[in-house]
């Protein structure tokens, strides 16, 4: 059974870092292309960074210089760095997992950035 379970999250003050991490299990990991995404009440659901199984990264705008998304395959994680983390970053993080065929999502995790 596929899972994806994400962690990291929590309060921090405006200007601080947190980094998210996704473990898998109940797949083969190298071919997932792996997915941050982010909700906030109201809103749609957003992509905010992707890491494809070869390695190429996208990162939404307004969050590049400042969040960086990385994958370690040996251990079945991706990882979200998250820094100078501003108000407008408070959001539940998911991960999102994709091959051709398959498409599976994580509980999410809170970030709050407040102080």
């Known amino acids: 059974q596929v899972h994806f379970v994400e962690s990291g999250g929590g309060l921090v003050q405006p200007g601080g870092s947190l980094r998210l991490s996704c473990v898998a299990s109940g797949v083969i990991f190298r071919f997932y292309n792996m997915y941050w995404y982010r909700q906030s009440p109201g809103k749609q659901r957003e992509l905010v960074a992707a890491i494809s199984s070869g390695g190429g990264i996208t990162v939404k705008d307004s969050v590049k210089g400042r969040f960086t998304i990385s994958r370690d395959n040996a251990k079945n994680t991706v990882y979200l760095q998250m820094n100078s983390l501003k108000p407008e970053d408070t959001a539940v993080y998911y991960c999102?997992?994709?091959?051709?065929?398959?498409?599976?999502w994580g509980q999410g995790t809170q970030v709050t950035v407040s102080s």
């Open positions: 999102n997992g994709r091959t051709l065929s398959l498409d599976s």
